[in-house]
T-cell receptor
Framework: DSGVTQTPKHLITATGQRVTLRCSPR?????VYWYQQSLDQGLQFLIQ???????AKGNILERFSAQQFPDLHSELNLSSLELGDSALYFC???????????FGPGTRLTVL | AQKITQTQPGMFVQEKEAVTLDCTYD???????LFWYKQPSSGEMIFLIY??????QNATEGRYSLNFQKARKSANLVISASQLGDSAMYFC?????????????FGAGTTVTVRA
């Protein structure tokens, strides 16, 4: 158990819908990262937050957004969902921006 | 261009033997970090080992060691005394930039199957 929690574990929805994925980092970790893992794209870094502020953006679509709240939990919002958004979404946390990251169990999103 | 290259899509190893997973990387950033993660069939990502670009010694964590050859831009993972529970997908990843311009790139992964 990495100490990072993600909810829900599974999510099934329809195209065009909007969903919110939630992540709670390990106690004491200030950085939260979001990743998408799909069969065709592999593992892709989406976005990083550090102590409530966005710090880095990767291959995140404009339909996707994220935020980190004062209690350091983070949410990833995915809107206007398409079939290709079906993937495993991981959240990870670390103390700062350079240290090893610890991954949550992931949320498996299926868009039908 | 690929930032991280893992050329072995799949490998078989006999239980109790050692296995080396290849990873080469491409960066012009003088400060970077290299990670290895394990992903079992259950799907979770498990951190294994980290090597900073300025670290003088190769990183080791239990049965895992990282063979870091900076001039060759390679960061191979060695798993010694393989166990059945080592069967999984293994990802090499590289961090570039610092806290304000962080980038993390993953390789395509190598599937390891340990045979009894």
């Amino acid at each position: 158990d990495s100490g990072v929690t993600q909810t829900p574990k599974h999510l099934i929805t329809a195209t065009g819908q909007r969903v919110t994925l939630r992540c709670s980092p390990r106690s004491g970790d200030l950085s939260v990262y979001w990743y998408q893992q799909s069969l065709d794209q592999g593992l892709q870094f989406l976005i990083q937050y550090y102590n409530g502020e966005e710090r880095a953006k990767g291959n995140i679509l404009e339909r996707f957004s994220a935020q980190q709240f004062p209690d350091l939990h983070s949410e990833l919002n995915l809107s206007s969902l398409e079939l290709g958004d079906s993937a495993l979404y991981f959240c990870a946390s670390s103390i700062g921006g350079e240290n090893e990251q610890f991954f949550g169990p992931g949320t498996r999103l299926t868009v039908l | 261009a690929q930032k991280i290259t893992q050329t072995q899509p799949g490998m078989f190893v006999q239980e109790k033997e050692a296995v080396t997973l290849d990873c080469t990387y491409d960066t012009s950033d003088p400060s970077y970090g290299l990670f290895w993660y394990k992903q079992p069939s259950s799907g979770e990502m498990i951190f294994l080992i980290y090597q900073g670009s300025y670290d003088q010694q190769n990183a080791t964590e239990g049965r895992y060691s990282l063979n870091f050859q900076k001039a060759r831009k390679s960061a191979n993972l060695v798993i010694s005394a393989s166990q059945l529970g080592d069967s999984a997908m293994y990802f090499c990843a590289m961090r570039e930039g610092g806290i304000n311009d962080y980038k993390l790139s993953f390789g395509a992964g190598t599937t390891v199957t340990v045979r009894a």
